[in-house]
């Protein structure tokens, strides 16, 4: 990825703040990431990383602060908002349809509709375009995937992940936020899902992670921002930081403002 794309902001959140009932869960917290970039999300449990995620993906409004989508400030009310503005969130169960095969999730509340305007009318579906954008997207991310008739029960979680990912980009996203995406995956799995996320990177996607892997934090993201109590008190380049240092942020032991 080029220094002039990377110098680009994707997605910036600007003094958010949250709160349910009285428990502060978000204070103040800033940080932004650039296209083409992979910033970690780190915490502990509690330290309201889910609760930030959830306002950037609309389930949620915060109750003060800023979210800017390409340097324009947004307002982002329900996760269709989130979609419409290019911020896909790839959660830990994936929200794929076990039985469905891999176009059929792919375009999942997405499908598209015949051009001819009489079956279309009547809700038909135009399946072999479909199944060749679902082709290309998987070629896209150098997918391992042979056949796009397999019910996704029958994929590893590493080929789910690969869908999952999929149906993101596909959906023309400019950020891709990913929930612990190799929590249930083995060493190889893990390294399929390290590539994708490097892979879309390169093409200018902008891509959150939440991850407790240290070692999978370390050799995928560019920079990390750790939050402690609903606080951002730490934004660092991995170059400069050991996996060390990141426990001592998460853990509170260690503390850089943002």
Known sequence: MSNELLK???LTVKNISKSFGGIQALKDVSFNINKGEVVALLGDNGAGKSTLVRCVSGIHPPDTGEIQVNGRAVKIASPQDAR?????TVFQDLAVIPEFDIT???????????KNPLLRFFGWLDDSAMEATASRSLQRLNSRI????????KLSGGQRQAVAIARAVNSGADVVIMDEPTAALGVEQSAQVNELIRLISSQGVA???ISHNM???METCDRAVVLLRGESIADVAINDVSPRDLVGFITGAQRLSA
Do not use: C, M, W, Y
């Open 104 to 114: 059929a999730n792919l375009f999942l509340n997405r499908e598209t509709l015949s």
């Open 8 to 10: 680009q902001p994707a």
């Open 84 to 88: 419409d503005l290019g911020i896909e």
């Open 146 to 153: 042979p056949n796009l008739n397999e019910a996704i029960k």
């Open 207 to 209: 891509v959150l992670l």
């Open 215 to 217: 070692q999978h934090v």
